[in-house]
């Protein structure tokens, strides 16, 4: 009879297990694949309670779901058992083709591990394939590639008895397509983080970009994206509002244009160095009105992507205004603040950049000794007979040919390995008051006669308005490129260079005569003289010494006059 009925139980649990099949493949969750695992197990398997143990990430086993009884779903849901414990129960009891079955008789040993576990009371069994409370029954759920994704135990079969063969075989197959949808569970899981971890990203890569937009359009100083790399290098890709308006020019014609194209002659070299390494340099770029304006630039170059183009990325801000203010410092620094001409500072500049440090024994003669060797062999190399021309003489000769008696080569202008053979052009003094055509760097030291008395009489706003008005004759009187420095007081030094002796007295003459003149003072007239004296700049003099050299003739020259004839208010 047994026999005759099996094929109608098979037939009749093949329908259930096609049945909570279908119903796994409905759930849109993880969680609700969990659950349809269970709730199919006591619907459709004839078991009145099931859970699903579920591997969590650390390889603990959490119960994931319950089904068939709410008191011990409250109790053990979301309760773990350990890795070790759970293997151990794998590793006991009876192997049913792929479920482990741990009879009562073995089971108490694991009555005190962690493994969460539910137990209804019973009587005990009268028959041996009778179902004991305390039996276990365990189906291990596999992933494709073998490893574990979690065990459903089971307890109280409604019959009361063992699963034959064929109960066996459909709670493996059961346990076999769960795992297949928890898989699947999972890895639609996984996808939809992966797509909402995606979509943040590309909100946050979005947020960035306009944000990046932004700060880039409407920041108040310059911004450029030029290329880098090809045949487009340095282009001007884009730019924004506030470097169109400090250049003057349109963002559709700027791109047209790169920085080198944009950027003062003297700083291309500044800005090559720039653009290739990044950094910060301040250089001058060209308006559309043909000024130029000082602006300070910071590159950072910027990698597209891995192996992609890459970009510069220039902040241009606007340093007119410092750079005027470090000009006027600078300025400040180096002239009168009274009359605006150089002070005593930066005429002692100017003159020291003239002089080298040639000893005075070889000055007076270098020129007629080269001369004297070279005699009969052309004369100098490149030289055009040995005359001085306007403000010195140009030495080129080779050591090996130096003649006898001549000094070791001597240092011209105390740097690192300088000698006689650069290209400096001494300055040289003419041998007398005499003009015999040596042109030189002449010196006037200019002292005002009266000038105290007026300061006495009139008080120093009118001394001051004398001053001025005696800078601008003496400027006026000079030719453009020589200096009328103010060395304080009522002392001018004029440097004039290419004068001979005879020029230089003529210029002292005339210089006087301008400063003669009636000076009109808040309508009053005064009137001052001058002594000049006239000294020459001359390679291994000093600076100090040339100025005290034309003062002391200053002295002279105003000594050798009576008073009647220093002209004063």
């Not at 409407?218 to 450029?224: D, K």
């Not at 045949?231 to 308006?245: I, K, P, S, V």
């Not at 006087?512 to 003289?529: L, T």
């Not at 040339?546 to 004839?565: F, I, P, W």
Request: glycine share 12%.
């Amino acid at each position: 009879m047994e026999t005759e009925s099996e094929p109608y139980v098979r037939l009749a649990t093949l329908r259930q297990l096609h049945r909570v099949v279908a119903e796994l493949n409905t759930a849109r969750s993880l969680a609700d694949t969990l659950q349809t695992v269970v709730d199919g197990i006591v619907t459709g398997l004839g078991y009145e309670l099931a859970c699903v143990n579920l591997v969590r990430p650390d390889g603990d086993l959490v119960v994931a779901a319950f089904a068939g009884d709410p008191a011990a779903e409250a109790l053990i849901t979301g309760r773990v058992g350990s890795r070790t414990s759970w293997e151990r129960r794998l590793a006991m009891g009876e192997d049913w083709d792929g479920l482990r079955f741990i009879p009562h008789t073995e089971g108490w040993v694991l009555l005190e591990d962690d493994v969460p576990q539910w137990h209804t009371d019973g009587p005990d069994p009268r028959f041996e394939d009778e179902w004991h409370p305390e039996d276990r029954l365990y189906a291990p759920m596999y992933a494709s590639g073998g490893e574990l994704l979690g065990v459903i135990s089971v307890d109280r079969p409604r019959n009361g008895r063992h699963p034959g063969a064929w109960g066996r075989e459909a709670l493996q197959m059961y346990a076999f397509q769960a795992a297949i949808a928890i898989s699947n569970a999972r890895l639609r899981a996984n996808m939809q983080r992966a797509l909402v971890r995606l979509e943040r990203e590309q909100q946050a890569l979005r947020a960035s970009e306009e944000s990046f937009r932004q700060a880039f359009e409407y920041a108040p100083s310059g911004m450029a994206i030029a290329e880098m790399g090809g045949d487009q290098h340095g282009r001007l890709l884009r730019t924004n509002d506030a470097l169109c308006r400090l250049l003057g020019r349109p963002a559709s014609v700027l791109r047209r244009y790169s920085f080198s194209d944009l950027v003062h002659p003297e700083d291309i070299g500044t800005l090559l160095r720039t653009s290739a390494e990044g950094g910060r340099a301040e250089l001058r770029l060209g308006r559309r009105d043909g000024t130029y304006v000082w602006v300070s630039l910071r590159n950072s170059v910027v990698a597209d992507a891995a192996d992609g183009p890459r970009f510069l990325l220039t902040h241009v801000e606007d340093i007119e205004e410092r750079k005027r203010h470090e000009l006027q410092l600078a300025h400040r620094a180096s002239h009168d603040s009274l009359t605006g001409l150089p002070n005593s500072a930066e005429l002692r500049a100017r003159l020291s950049a003239r002089l080298c440090r040639l000893p005075q024994a070889v000055r007076a003669g270098a020129v007629e000794a080269l001369d004297a060797a070279y005699e009969g062999q052309g004369g100098l190399p490149g030289a055009g007979g040995g005359g001085a021309g306007a403000g010195g003489a140009e030495h080129g000769f080779r050591p090996d040919h130096r003649p006898d008696g001549f000094p070791e080569p001597f240092e011209l202008s105390g740097g690192p390995g300088t000698g006689p053979y650069d290209h400096h052009v001494h300055t040289v003094a003419p041998a007398s008051d005499v003009d015999d055509g040596t042109k030189g760097l002449a010196v006037l030291f200019c002292d005002l006669d009266g000038f105290k008395s007026i300061n006495d009489r009139f008080g120093h706003h009118t001394g001051d308005a004398v001053l001025i008005e005696v800078a601008r004759r003496l400027t006026t009187g000079v030719r453009d490129g020589d200096t009328v420095a103010r060395l304080g007081g009522d002392e001018f030094v004029v440097l004039a260079d290419g004068l001979g002796a005879a020029d230089a007295a003529d210029l002292a003459v005339r210089l006087r005569n301008a400063i003669i003149p009636p000076i009109r003072v808040d309508g009053r007239a005064v009137r001052v003289g001058a002594s000049f004296g006239i000294g020459w700049a001359s390679c291994g003099m000093s600076a100090d010494e040339v100025l005290r050299s034309a003062d002391q003739r200053m002295y002279m020259e105003k000594r050798s006059r009576s008073k009647a004839h220093r002209r004063a208010g």
